[in-house]
């Protein structure tokens, strides 16, 4: 049975940090791209950052700087510094595999409040 599990969410001050985890099981997590995605009340679903196979990672514009990205064995994490009010959302966990693999979480919360 395919899971990912997301936890680490919470309630943050501005300029705080959290760091959320997703264990993955199920599948060949070596083999999966790997990417954080949120969802703010109201709005779409926001591609965060992703981890490919090599290791490699890419940001939002609107993280970029502030979160890191990271996988080992066989969890994904994201670390989140410097948060902002607009980081409040949903984060969502993604495993993909081309063609046509994919994976979701099914969520945690990050409400950055002060």
């Known amino acids: 049975q395919v899971q990912l599990v997301e936890s680490g969410g919470g309630l943050a001050q501005p300029g705080g940090s959290l760091r959320l985890s997703c264990v993955a099981s199920?599948?060949?997590?070596?083999?999966?791209?790997m990417s954080w995605a949120r969802q703010a009340p109201g709005k779409g679903l926001e591609w965060v950052s992703g981890?490919?196979?090599?290791?490699s990672a890419t940001y939002g514009d609107s993280v970029k700087g502030r979160f890191t990205i990271s996988r080992d064995g066989n969890t994904v994490y994201l670390q989140m510094n410097s948060l902002k009010i607009e980081d409040t959302a949903v984060y969502y966990c993604?495993?993909?595999?081309?063609?046509?693999?994919?994976?979701w979480g099914q969520g945690t919360q990050v409400t950055v409040s002060s």
């Open positions: 993604n495993g993909r595999r081309p063609p046509s693999s994919e994976y």
């Open positions: 199920g599948f060949t997590f070596s083999s999966y791209a």
């Open positions: 981890i490919d196979i090599h290791n």
